[in-house]
């Protein structure tokens, strides 16, 4: 369940080292994968990065009455899995700046359901002296998510 939370990490480093690919202000620029270019103004790359708290707001709305019908479990594995691969496609085959917007919206509600539903399954699975070391992934797992993004990005486009 925790694994989900690196994630969680990936999305957040994600603009870091993104936006000054995306704005051009690299060596490698804002190619896309299919060969074009996007352009971003400040404006654009200011939404890019404040629509994945705007997803994570509504995907923790919407997680409760997901985990509470489905199960905490299904919650964690078909919806967040599906919120997060749609986020990283869109991302992923972006040719404008509003895929990369939508991208990062979906992977917000990704975002606020594993925030949302993690804790509720640890605690309800884990035996009692298990869950102080369990929790401790959540944030652990997060941090290193973005260290890893960080990193990576040192070394690969806004895409890659």
Same mark, same amino acid.
């Given at each position: 369940?925790?694994?989900?939370?690196?994630?969680?990490?990936?999305?957040?480093?994600?603009?870091?080292?993104?936006?000054?690919?995306?704005?051009?202000?690299?060596?490698?620029?804002?190619?896309?994968?299919?060969?074009?270019?996007?352009?971003?103004?400040?404006?654009?790359?200011?939404?890019?990065?404040?629509?994945?708290?705007?997803?994570?707001?509504?995907?923790?709305?919407?997680?409760?009455?997901?985990?509470?019908?489905?199960?905490? +479990?299904?919650? %964690?594995?078909? #919806?967040?899995?599906? /919120?997060?691969?749609? &986020?990283? =496609?869109? *991302?992923?085959? @972006?040719?404008?700046?509003?895929?990369?917007?939508?991208?990062?919206?979906?992977?917000?509600?990704?975002?606020?359901?594993?925030?949302?539903?993690?804790?509720?399954?640890?605690?309800?699975?884990?035996?009692?002296?298990? +869950?102080?070391? %369990?929790?401790? #992934?959540?944030?652990? /797992?997060?941090?290193? &998510?973005? =260290?890893? *993004?960080?990193? @990576?990005?040192?070394?690969?486009?806004?895409?890659?």
């Amino acid at each position: 369940a925790t694994l989900g939370c690196l994630l969680n990490g990936a999305v957040i480093g994600f603009t870091g080292p993104a936006l000054p690919s995306l704005m051009n202000r690299t060596d490698t620029g804002g190619v896309t994968v299919w060969g074009g270019g996007i352009q971003l103004d400040p404006q654009s790359a200011s939404w890019i990065t404040g629509l994945l708290s705007i997803g994570c707001l509504v995907g923790c709305i919407l997680a409760g009455p997901v985990m509470e019908k489905f199960g905490r +479990r299904i919650a %964690l594995l078909v #919806f967040t899995s599906s /919120l997060y691969t749609i &986020g990283f =496609l869109l *991302i992923l085959m @972006a040719f404008n700046g509003a895929m990369v917007q939508a991208g990062r919206f979906f992977n917000g509600l990704g975002l606020g359901f594993v925030l949302a539903v993690t804790s509720v399954y640890i605690v309800e699975i884990a035996t009692t002296d298990m +869950r102080g070391f %369990l929790g401790c #992934f959540v944030q652990f /797992l997060g941090s290193f &998510g973005v =260290l890893m *993004i960080f990193t @990576a990005g040192c070394f690969l486009n806004w895409f890659q």
